[in-house]
Protein backbone atom coordinates (compact mmCIF):
# COMPACT_ATOMS: atom_id res chain seq x y z
CA UNK A 1 0.00 0.00 0.00
CA UNK A 2 0.80 3.20 -0.76
CA UNK A 3 1.16 6.29 1.93
CA UNK A 4 1.29 10.21 1.89
CA UNK A 5 2.68 11.67 4.76
CA UNK A 6 2.23 15.68 5.16
CA UNK A 7 3.41 15.66 9.56
CA UNK A 8 2.37 19.65 9.04
CA UNK A 9 -1.31 20.59 9.80
CA UNK A 10 -1.10 23.95 9.81
CA UNK A 11 1.75 26.30 9.53
CA UNK A 12 1.10 30.22 9.75
CA UNK A 13 3.43 32.53 8.68
CA UNK A 14 3.93 36.80 8.42
CA UNK A 15 4.71 37.69 4.63
CA UNK A 16 8.41 37.47 2.77
CA UNK A 17 8.73 34.36 5.24
CA UNK A 18 10.27 31.57 3.90
CA UNK A 19 8.45 28.07 4.55
CA UNK A 20 8.90 24.71 3.74
CA UNK A 21 6.25 22.37 3.27
CA UNK A 22 7.35 18.66 4.45
CA UNK A 23 6.41 15.51 2.30
CA UNK A 24 7.38 11.48 3.27
CA UNK A 25 5.80 8.67 1.22
CA UNK A 26 5.84 5.02 1.07
CA UNK A 27 5.67 3.15 -1.67
CA UNK A 28 7.43 -0.74 -2.82
CA UNK A 29 7.48 0.81 -6.72
CA UNK A 30 10.84 1.43 -8.05
CA UNK A 31 8.59 3.80 -10.47
CA UNK A 32 6.64 6.18 -9.38
CA UNK A 33 5.37 9.79 -9.50
CA UNK A 34 5.25 12.83 -6.78
CA UNK A 35 2.76 15.61 -7.21
CA UNK A 36 2.30 18.69 -5.44
CA UNK A 37 -0.84 21.09 -5.71
CA UNK A 38 -2.55 23.86 -4.21
CA UNK A 39 -5.84 24.14 -3.21
CA UNK A 40 -6.91 28.01 -2.03
CA UNK A 41 -10.43 28.79 -0.83
CA UNK A 42 -12.06 28.18 -4.31
CA UNK A 43 -11.57 24.81 -3.93
CA UNK A 44 -10.24 24.05 -7.36
CA UNK A 45 -6.85 21.77 -7.42
CA UNK A 46 -3.62 23.96 -9.08
CA UNK A 47 -1.18 21.99 -10.10
CA UNK A 48 2.19 22.49 -8.93
CA UNK A 49 4.60 19.69 -9.86
CA UNK A 50 5.36 16.38 -10.88
CA UNK A 51 8.36 14.51 -10.49
CA UNK A 52 9.07 10.97 -11.31
CA UNK A 53 11.21 8.74 -9.32
CA UNK A 54 14.46 8.87 -11.65
CA UNK A 55 14.97 11.98 -11.51
CA UNK A 56 16.72 13.48 -8.14
CA UNK A 57 17.47 17.03 -9.41
CA UNK A 58 15.74 19.49 -7.50
CA UNK A 59 13.79 22.33 -9.18
CA UNK A 60 13.26 25.95 -8.78
CA UNK A 61 10.36 28.02 -10.49
CA UNK A 62 10.03 31.45 -9.37
CA UNK A 63 9.40 31.78 -5.61
CA UNK A 64 9.02 27.73 -5.49
CA UNK A 65 11.42 25.13 -4.78
CA UNK A 66 11.39 21.31 -4.57
CA UNK A 67 14.00 19.33 -2.64
CA UNK A 68 13.74 15.40 -3.69
CA UNK A 69 15.49 12.91 -1.86
CA UNK A 70 14.91 9.22 -2.59
CA UNK A 71 16.97 8.23 0.83
CA UNK A 72 14.73 9.64 3.21
CA UNK A 73 11.44 9.23 0.61
CA UNK A 74 11.13 12.74 1.06
CA UNK A 75 9.53 15.46 -1.41
CA UNK A 76 9.88 18.85 0.60
CA UNK A 77 8.54 22.36 -1.07
CA UNK A 78 9.86 25.85 -0.47
CA UNK A 79 8.34 28.90 -0.96
CA UNK A 80 11.01 31.90 -0.24
CA UNK A 81 9.61 35.56 0.46
CA UNK A 82 6.15 33.88 0.93
CA UNK A 83 3.36 36.25 -0.14
CA UNK A 84 -0.56 36.49 1.24
CA UNK A 85 -1.64 35.19 -2.18
CA UNK A 86 0.45 31.93 -1.34
CA UNK A 87 -2.20 31.23 1.34
CA UNK A 88 -4.20 27.33 0.85
CA UNK A 89 -3.88 24.14 1.60
CA UNK A 90 -1.13 22.26 0.00
CA UNK A 91 -1.18 18.49 -0.70
CA UNK A 92 1.53 15.97 -1.40
CA UNK A 93 0.40 13.41 -3.78
CA UNK A 94 1.88 9.90 -5.19
CA UNK A 95 1.19 7.70 -7.63
CA UNK A 96 3.00 4.61 -9.42
CA UNK A 97 1.98 1.44 -11.54
CA UNK A 98 1.46 -0.48 -8.68
CA UNK A 99 -1.38 1.31 -7.68
CA UNK A 100 -2.88 1.56 -11.03
CA UNK A 101 -1.98 5.53 -11.44
CA UNK A 102 -4.62 5.97 -8.84
CA UNK A 103 -3.28 9.21 -6.37
CA UNK A 104 -2.87 9.01 -2.88
CA UNK A 105 -3.11 12.16 -1.24
CA UNK A 106 -1.74 13.62 2.29
CA UNK A 107 -3.75 15.19 4.52
CA UNK A 108 -2.59 18.08 2.89
CA UNK A 109 -0.79 21.43 5.15
CA UNK A 110 -2.78 24.21 5.38
CA UNK A 111 -0.77 27.41 4.88
CA UNK A 112 -1.21 30.95 6.20
CA UNK A 113 0.58 33.79 5.38
CA UNK A 114 -0.06 37.25 7.09
CA UNK A 115 0.41 40.55 5.85
CA UNK B 1 -4.63 22.32 -23.38
CA UNK B 2 -6.01 19.54 -20.29
CA UNK B 3 -8.91 21.66 -19.39
CA UNK B 4 -11.53 19.55 -17.07
CA UNK B 5 -15.03 21.21 -16.62
CA UNK B 6 -17.60 19.99 -14.46
CA UNK B 7 -21.25 21.26 -13.44
CA UNK B 8 -22.64 22.08 -11.95
CA UNK B 9 -20.07 24.10 -9.78
CA UNK B 10 -22.54 24.50 -6.73
CA UNK B 11 -25.58 22.16 -6.09
CA UNK B 12 -28.21 22.55 -3.01
CA UNK B 13 -31.21 19.64 -2.99
CA UNK B 14 -33.40 18.15 -0.72
CA UNK B 15 -33.05 14.83 0.89
CA UNK B 16 -34.10 11.85 -1.19
CA UNK B 17 -33.69 13.26 -4.28
CA UNK B 18 -30.69 12.41 -6.95
CA UNK B 19 -27.92 14.78 -8.21
CA UNK B 20 -26.28 14.72 -11.19
CA UNK B 21 -22.48 15.92 -11.63
CA UNK B 22 -20.78 16.46 -14.83
CA UNK B 23 -17.36 15.94 -15.72
CA UNK B 24 -15.63 16.92 -19.22
CA UNK B 25 -12.40 16.73 -21.17
CA UNK B 26 -12.70 19.84 -23.01
CA UNK B 27 -9.65 19.21 -25.17
CA UNK B 28 -8.65 16.25 -24.73
CA UNK B 29 -10.01 12.53 -25.39
CA UNK B 30 -9.80 10.91 -21.45
CA UNK B 31 -9.62 7.05 -21.63
CA UNK B 32 -9.94 6.95 -17.75
CA UNK B 33 -11.69 9.59 -15.10
CA UNK B 34 -11.51 9.44 -11.37
CA UNK B 35 -14.05 10.83 -9.03
CA UNK B 36 -12.83 11.98 -5.70
CA UNK B 37 -14.48 13.26 -2.66
CA UNK B 38 -13.32 15.89 -0.14
CA UNK B 39 -14.71 16.39 2.85
CA UNK B 40 -14.34 20.13 4.85
CA UNK B 41 -10.77 20.35 6.18
CA UNK B 42 -9.87 17.17 5.00
CA UNK B 43 -8.09 15.09 2.05
CA UNK B 44 -8.85 14.14 -1.46
CA UNK B 45 -10.24 10.52 -0.62
CA UNK B 46 -10.80 8.48 -4.29
CA UNK B 47 -14.24 7.04 -4.44
CA UNK B 48 -14.11 5.32 -8.07
CA UNK B 49 -11.92 4.81 -11.35
CA UNK B 50 -13.64 5.07 -14.68
CA UNK B 51 -12.70 4.08 -17.95
CA UNK B 52 -14.90 4.85 -20.88
CA UNK B 53 -17.13 1.93 -22.33
CA UNK B 54 -16.55 0.27 -19.50
CA UNK B 55 -18.13 -0.23 -15.90
CA UNK B 56 -16.46 1.94 -12.62
CA UNK B 57 -14.52 -0.16 -10.29
CA UNK B 58 -15.52 1.54 -6.42
CA UNK B 59 -13.07 1.92 -3.43
CA UNK B 60 -14.19 -0.12 -0.60
CA UNK B 61 -16.57 1.41 1.16
CA UNK B 62 -17.86 4.07 -1.56
CA UNK B 63 -21.47 2.44 -2.20
CA UNK B 64 -22.01 1.65 -6.24
CA UNK B 65 -25.68 2.15 -5.77
CA UNK B 66 -25.49 4.95 -4.21
CA UNK B 67 -23.08 6.66 -6.32
CA UNK B 68 -23.92 5.73 -10.34
CA UNK B 69 -21.09 6.42 -12.73
CA UNK B 70 -21.29 6.48 -16.15
CA UNK B 71 -18.21 7.24 -18.97
CA UNK B 72 -20.47 6.84 -22.12
CA UNK B 73 -17.76 8.76 -24.25
CA UNK B 74 -14.26 9.58 -24.40
CA UNK B 75 -15.33 13.29 -22.80
CA UNK B 76 -17.58 12.54 -20.55
CA UNK B 77 -18.11 11.17 -17.09
CA UNK B 78 -20.82 11.63 -15.08
CA UNK B 79 -21.58 11.27 -11.30
CA UNK B 80 -25.31 10.18 -9.72
CA UNK B 81 -25.64 10.59 -5.79
CA UNK B 82 -28.78 8.91 -5.82
CA UNK B 83 -31.56 9.18 -3.06
CA UNK B 84 -29.17 12.15 -1.07
CA UNK B 85 -28.98 12.70 2.16
CA UNK B 86 -27.08 14.85 4.53
CA UNK B 87 -24.05 13.27 4.78
CA UNK B 88 -23.34 13.14 1.29
CA UNK B 89 -22.71 16.72 1.33
CA UNK B 90 -19.47 17.52 0.24
CA UNK B 91 -16.80 18.56 -2.42
CA UNK B 92 -16.79 16.16 -5.66
CA UNK B 93 -13.95 16.78 -7.56
CA UNK B 94 -13.18 14.61 -10.68
CA UNK B 95 -9.94 14.29 -12.90
CA UNK B 96 -9.14 13.07 -16.27
CA UNK B 97 -6.12 10.94 -18.28
CA UNK B 98 -5.63 10.64 -21.85
CA UNK B 99 -2.84 8.60 -21.68
CA UNK B 100 -2.68 4.61 -20.91
CA UNK B 101 0.56 3.23 -19.24
CA UNK B 102 2.98 5.54 -17.14
CA UNK B 103 1.39 7.99 -18.98
CA UNK B 104 -2.01 7.64 -16.81
CA UNK B 105 0.21 9.05 -14.19
CA UNK B 106 -0.79 12.84 -15.18
CA UNK B 107 -4.20 13.52 -14.12
CA UNK B 108 -6.11 16.79 -14.80
CA UNK B 109 -8.56 18.07 -12.29
CA UNK B 110 -12.12 19.97 -12.37
CA UNK B 111 -12.72 22.42 -10.58
CA UNK B 112 -15.23 20.72 -8.11
CA UNK B 113 -18.45 20.69 -7.54
CA UNK B 114 -20.24 21.31 -3.98
CA UNK B 115 -23.06 19.78 -2.87
CA UNK B 116 -24.81 20.59 -0.32
CA UNK B 117 -28.20 18.34 0.81
CA UNK B 118 -30.60 19.92 3.02
Known amino acids: AQKVTQAQTEISVVEKEDVTLDCVYE???????LFWYKQPPSGELVFLIRRNSFDEQNEISGRYSWNFQKSTSSFNFTITASQVVDSAVYFCALTSGGSNYKLTFGKGTLLTVNP | GAVVSQHPSRVICKSGTSVKIECRSL??????MFWYRQFPKQSLMLMAT?????????EQGVEKDKFLINHASLTLSTLTVTSAHPEDSSFYIC??????????????FGPGTRLTVL
Open chain 2, 95 to 108: SATSSSGQGRSEQF
Open chain 1, 27 to 33: TRDTTYY
Open chain 2, 50 to 58: SNEGSKATY
Open chain 2, 27 to 32: DFQATT
